[in-house]
């Protein structure tokens, strides 16, 4: 299996745009549009929807189990980054957009934003990272 980085692909550029531009949307628990709001997998599944027109499953758990898992070292913009923030493993997704940087929808009261996985509180809550091809 080839682990290097491979050249950009356009189609996962857009979905890393399309996801950026969301940015400053509130969270609300349960919301899957940027008219009233997102959860952390309401987010990502709308992003796969509208960029690759690939639907997802609406928990994080499930989304959890599609695709191919991934080292975290040879993570690709475009690869979906789990968390357990709730004491509860793939309570929380994001996705990966190089350098260390995610963006998600993290919690009540915040808006979809980039996150540092190297933040301790990132990097001690990581649960793993899938690759879900377009």
Not at 1 to 15: G, R, T, Y
Not at 21 to 46: A, I, M, N, Q, R
Not at 99 to 109: A, I, N, R
Request: charged letters at 15%; hydrophobic letters at 30%.
């Amino acid at each position: 299996m080839d682990h290097s980085a491979s050249q950009p692909d356009p189609v996962i550029n857009e979905l890393a745009v399309y996801a950026l531009s969301l940015s400053g949307t509130p969270y609300k628990y349960g919301g899957s549009s940027p008219e009233t709001g997102f959860d952390c997998s309401g987010f990502v599944g709308h992003v796969f929807k509208q960029s690759l027109g690939k639907t997802l499953p609406r928990s994080t758990v499930e989304i959890s189990r599609m695709g191919v898992s991934q080292n975290a070292k040879w993570l690709s913009p475009g690869d979906l980054v789990f968390y357990n923030t709730l004491n509860k493993d793939y309570s929380h997704v994001g996705i990966y957009l190089g350098d260390g940087q995610f963006v998600h929808s993290p919690s009540t009261g915040k808006s979809v934003t980039i996150g540092n996985m190297n933040e301790p509180y990132w990097r001690s809550r990581y649960n793993g990272a899938r690759r879900i091809k377009p």
